[in-house]
């Protein structure tokens, strides 16, 4: 079992709120065959497709939904599932993901 970080990133959320957010990415190799035979460095790609996966999933979401423990959940979930769609190929299992403290830089404007 390894892990890595998700350096913190600064993102739009859905509702236009700004925060700053990271993530631990806890994995396992299940195939080391397929690992050294489908890509050439797989730490790299992993954290460069984790970084993406993350961005992408909580832009679509708002302060209120990342701030509900349930609902953060489901999108820690949402990212460890869509990782593992890519890297199970890979012979790689992505076991939790983890997102850091959420850091709240601007509000969402008040609609009305």
Known sequence: NS???VPPQQLITHDGGIIEIGAEVH???TDCV????QVA???EM?????????IRLTVKQTISQ???????VKCESAVRDEINGQVRKWGINIR???????KLLKAPEKEG
């Open 3 to 5: 892990a890595f970080s």
């Open 96 to 102: 939790l993901v983890e997102f850091c403290e959420i």
């Open 27 to 29: 994995y396992a190799v």
């Open 46 to 54: 992993l954290r460069s497709l984790a970084k993406t996966v993350l």
């Open 41 to 43: 460095d797989y730490q």
């Open 66 to 72: 990342l701030s509900i423990s349930k609902e953060k």
């Open 34 to 37: 397929a690992l050294v035979s």
